[in-house]
């Protein structure tokens, strides 16, 4: 049985920083408990974990040349450090 | 003599190699969060690697994603204050406002691909004001933490979380609508 302390509003509260992982692990177990018993707050997790996973795959795919470019710049990095103003 | 007191330039870049050169693409991807345009992300990218080097032996090896981050945020900071000397009263909206011009290009340039192919998502993204638009992507795309976004963005975390949950908010009646209109 899910607590009946964490209840619906508090989790409600806090569904987002357990959506990111933000929030310390005793308080991410009550939360965990409590989605898996209560359908409601199940559902509403459900979508707000989908539209996170959507965005994680929105990744703009990093630029390799300005990345070989920038990688380049940190190789010569002292003499750089030298002539900059 | 203070020479000694200094490792030089053997390790100042041993350090510079072991903290900053790992966090490149992050940093690129803030940079691009923050500029949205590709040569100022590569610009302000180089800009901060100068200022991590000269500060690396001073560093305390302490969480180097969030001392970068710290780092580009002066020097955005920087760069605007040089380019628009008049808007520098409010860091914060300055740095939203220049994002917003530098991304009127880009926009209406990529517009027109965003309307055929995006994804629901991203135009739920990106029809989200700038300021929500670029903690979402520094905490969903580019997987910064709470604490990273908020040195990146020079906000307090909590202005992070209340930004970053009315966007989800937001997105999430974003695609409601338009689900609704697609029937
Ligand atoms: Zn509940």
Known sequence: MATKKTNCREVARRLQSYLDGELDSDRMEQIKAHLDACVDCGLEYDVFAAIKTDL????????????ARLREFSSRISEEANSAP | ???????????????????????????????????????????????????????????????????????????????????????????????????DESADAADAETQIID??????????????????????????INELSYKEAADALGIPVGTVMSRLHRARRNIRQHLELSSIEDE
């Open chain 2, 115 to 140: 309307q055929t192919l995006a994804a629901p998502i991203e135009n739920a993204l990106n029809s989200l004001p700038e300021k929500f638009r670029s903690v979402v992507e520094l905490v969903d």
């Open chain 1, 56 to 67: 994680s795959a929105l990744t703009a795919p990093a630029e390799s040349d300005a990345l």
């Open chain 2, 1 to 99: 003599m203070a020479v000694h007191e200094h490792q030089g330039p053997v390790g100042q870049d041993a350090r510079f190699n072991e903290y900053v050169v790992p966090e490149l693409e992050v940093l690129y991807r803030v940079a691009y969060s923050i500029t949205r345009n590709k040569a100022d992300a590569e610009d302000l990218v180089q800009d901060t690697l100068l200022r991590a080097y000269r500060a690396v032996e001073r560093f305390d090896g302490r969480y180097p994603r969030a001392w970068l981050l710290t780092i580009m945020r002066n020097a955005q900071i920087n760069r605007v204050r040089r380019k628009r000397p008049e808007l520098m009263h409010d860091p914060d909206e300055t740095m939203a406002r220049m994002a």
